[in-house]
């Protein structure tokens, strides 16, 4: 594992307790920083504060809610500066076609996947914006770039993803904020529940890899961006895709 230096770092990581965003708080937390894991799921967030250490603290926040985001922020700020922001809470969705699609389904993976990452930014900019140094990191998806069939829902929120990053990377470039995105292809985690065995198939046809990618591949990305190294990125597109990103 190569050596990075978060040391007096502090992240919040949404979605945190488990999957991806447990692999990245493990591997800041690696790099000498701290995180708190923001996470719906309060057992979740027990076990996996308990298993980080000391370097970790937890906050039970629904991503959805302006209030409930609001009051993670004030709670997260008694440990200190947020430095970083990963937003990593997401959902899938049902595999299904565009016209057999739930309106609750869609507007549940919205409302996670593009408004919850939006209500985080939105409440955690302004700190980072008065201490003059950020790094944000959103978790989108090569579903985002090309647009899996069956998974209409998801695809259009990872797109939502990547545009959001852009235009607040721009927004923020005059200062010392950096905000990046990570596309990666499927990773194997308990989101794979989620999904149907035909739709896991096809997305891993798609890889000439010919494997899934790991969770601490995706964080070793993650947690570079995070780093002050990273100063010249901003609204930039990082892939993670083997081999499967055309563009």
């Given at each position: 594992m190569n050596q990075l230096d978060l040391k007096g770092r502090h992240a919040v990581i949404t979605g945190g307790a488990s999957g991806i965003g447990f692999a990245i708080a493990q591997r800041i937390i690696s790099s000498s920083g701290s995180v708190t894991l923001w996470d719906r799921n309060e057992a979740a967030l027990q076990t996996a504060t308990a298993a980080l250490g000391a370097a970790a603290k937890g906050v039970v926040v629904d991503v959805t809610a302006q209030a409930s985001v609001q009051s993670a922020v004030q709670q997260t700020l008694k440990h200190g500066n947020i430095d970083i922001l990963v937003n990593s809470a997401g959902i899938t969705g049902p595999n299904m076609k565009v016209w057999?699609?739930?309106l609750a389904d869609w507007e549940q993976v919205m409302a996670i996947n593009v408004n919850g990452l939006f209500l985080c930014c939105r409440e955690v900019v302004p700190h980072m914006r008065?201490?003059?140094?950020?790094?944000i990191v959103n978790i989108a998806s090569v579903a985002g770039?090309?647009?899996n069939p069956n998974a209409s829902a998801y695809s259009a929120s990872k797109a939502a993803v990547?545009?959001?990053t852009k235009s607040l990377g721009k927004e923020l470039a005059d200062t010392?904020?950096?905000v990046n995105c990570v596309t990666p292809a499927a990773v194997k985690t308990a989101m794979f529940d989620q999904m149907s065995q035909q739709h896991?198939?096809?997305m891993l046809s798609k890889i000439p890899m010919a494997r899934f990618g790991t969770v601490e591949e995706i964080a070793s990305m993650v947690a570079w961006l995070c780093t002050e190294d990273c100063s010249f990125s901003t609204g930039a597109v990082f892939d993670l895709s083997g081999g499967r990103s055309t563009y």
């Open positions: 057999d699609y739930p008065d201490n003059n140094y950020g790094r770039k090309e647009g990547i545009a959001l010392g904020v950096r896991i198939d096809f």
